[in-house]
């Protein structure tokens, strides 16, 4: 069974750190492009990040440049994001998608090829 499965969020206070994980199963994701996304209360879904599966190219939405990081582990069949100076716009359930096209993940036209059940980060003021 394919599967993405996220972990790592959890209340944070504003100014802290996370690191989120996306691991994969049933499938290898060393082919495949990974995409976070986030989706706020009452908001649209927006692209967070995005990772090649080919050069290692990377993809950061303006609003999380220089405090995201997106990183794989094709070993640990994982990707991850580590969240430094987290504010509370970063609130949201966070999620990770794979696809074949890593310029579909960045602008965020979808459907993708399979999606995790996304974990909540809630960051307090």
């Known amino acids: 069974q394919v599967q993405l499965v996220e972990s790592g969020g959890g209340l944070v206070q504003a100014g802290g750190s996370l690191r989120l994980s996306c691991a994969a199963s049933?499938?290898?994701?060393?082919?495949?492009?990974i995409g976070w996304f986030r989706q706020a209360p009452g908001k649209e879904r927006e692209g967070v990040s995005c990772?090649?599966?080919?050069?290692?190219?990377?993809y950061y939405a303006d609003s999380v440049k220089g405090r995201f990081t997106i990183s794989r582990d094709n070993a640990n069949n994982t990707v991850y994001l580590q969240m430094n100076s987290l504010k509370p716009e970063d609130t949201a359930v966070y999620y990770c998608?794979?696809?074949?096209?890593?310029?579909?993940?960045?602008?965020?036209?979808?459907?993708?090829?399979?999606w995790g059940q996304g974990t909540p980060v809630p960051v307090s003021s």
């Open positions: 049933g499938f290898n994701l060393d082919y495949y492009n």
């Open positions: 990772i090649s599966s080919t050069d290692g190219d990377t």
């Open positions: 998608a794979a696809d074949p096209s890593y310029r579909r993940l960045v602008a965020g036209f979808g459907p993708f090829d399979s």
